[in-house]
C-alpha cells in the first residue's frame, strides 16, 4: 500500500458525459500528480499540482481539468467524454515537487474509467 | 525533450533464470532514472531509482540497474527470477521538476 488513495477504482460512463476522480494524498507530500495510462498511448504524464498551485502541464487535453485543494487532496475532471478516453488514470505524490535525492514518487492503485 | 526507450515488448524467462530488461533514454542533463513495477490490477510500485553517484544501483525484491552514460542505458536486473516477478515493468526519466516520462514498457512472463 504506497498510501495515495483514489476512488472510484472503477467507473463506467456514457461519450458526452461528466467525471470526476479523486485523489488523497500520502501524509505529509504536497506534490500531486496525474497520469494517464491507455493501450494507445502508454503511461503519459498530465498534470502537477503542488501546494494548491498548478506546477506543470504535460499532455493534458483541454476537456481535462484538475485541482488540489487546500487539505492537499485533487480531483481530476473528465468532460466531453470520448471512448478513446477509457484508460487507467494514476494519481501519484511526493513530499516535494522538485528534484531530490531522496523525493519519491508514490502511485495509487489507479481510477479504471470506460466510456461506453 | 526526454524519452525512454524499452525495446523489449514481451520477454518470457524459467522460474530462476537471470533477467535482464533493457531501457535506453534520450535526456540533455543528468539524468534521474528510475524502474517501475505494475502486477496486475495494481498500480506502480518503484523498484529502484538513480540520481547520482554508484552507478550501480539496488532495489528492492532483488533487482538492481546498472547506468551507463556512454550508453545511455539503465538496464534492470535479477540474478534469479520468482514466478512472483511476472509483471510489467517500466523504465521512466525524470525531467527535472519530478515529473516522470515512461517507456512503452516490457511484460514479462515466468515459467516454471
Known amino acids: 500500500d504506497s498510501g495515495v488513495t483514489q476512488t472510484p477504482k472503477h467507473l463506467i460512463t456514457a461519450t458526452g458525459q461528466r467525471v470526476t476522480l479523486r485523489c488523497s494524498p500520502r501524509?505529509?507530500?504536497?506534490?500531486v500528480y496525474w497520469y494517464q495510462q491507455s493501450l494507445d498511448q502508454g503511461l503519459q504524464f498530465l498534470i502537477q499540482y503542488y501546494n494548491g498551485e498548478e506546477r506543470a502541464k504535460g499532455n493534458i487535453l483541454e476537456r481535462f481539468s484538475a485541482q488540489q485543494f487546500p487539505d492537499l487532496h485533487s480531483e481530476l475532471n473528465l468532460s466531453s467524454l470520448e471512448l478513446g478516453d477509457s484508460a487507467l488514470y494514476f494519481c501519484?505524490?511526493?513530499?516535494?515537487?522538485?528534484?531530490?535525492?531522496?523525493?519519491?514518487?508514490?502511485f495509487g492503485e489507479g481510477s479504471w474509467l470506460t466510456v461506453v | 525533450a526526454q524519452s525512454v526507450t524499452q525495446p523489449d515488448i514481451h520477454i518470457t524467462v524459467s522460474e530462476g533464470a537471470s533477467l535482464e530488461l533493457r531501457c535506453n533514454y534520450s535526456?540533455?542533463?543528468?539524468?534521474?532514472l528510475f524502474w517501475y513495477v505494475q502486477s496486475p490490477g495494481q498500480g506502480l510500485q518503484l523498484l529502484l531509482k538513480y540520481f547520482s553517484g554508484d552507478t550501480l544501483v539496488q532495489g528492492i525484491k532483488g533487482f538492481e540497474a546498472e547506468f551507463k552514460r556512454s550508453q545511455s542505458s539503465f538496464n534492470l536486473r535479477k540474478p534469479s527470477v520468482h514466478w512472483s516477478d511476472a509483471a510489467e515493468y517500466f523504465c521512466a526519466v525524470e525531467d527535472g521538476a519530478n515529473n516522470l516520462f515512461f517507456g512503452t514498457g516490457t511484460r514479462l512472463t515466468v515459467i516454471p
Open positions: 501524509s505529509g507530500d504536497l506534490s
Open positions: 535526456y540533455g542533463a543528468t539524468p534521474y
Open positions: 501519484a505524490s511526493s513530499v516535494v515537487g522538485q528534484s531530490t535525492s531522496g523525493n519519491t514518487i508514490y
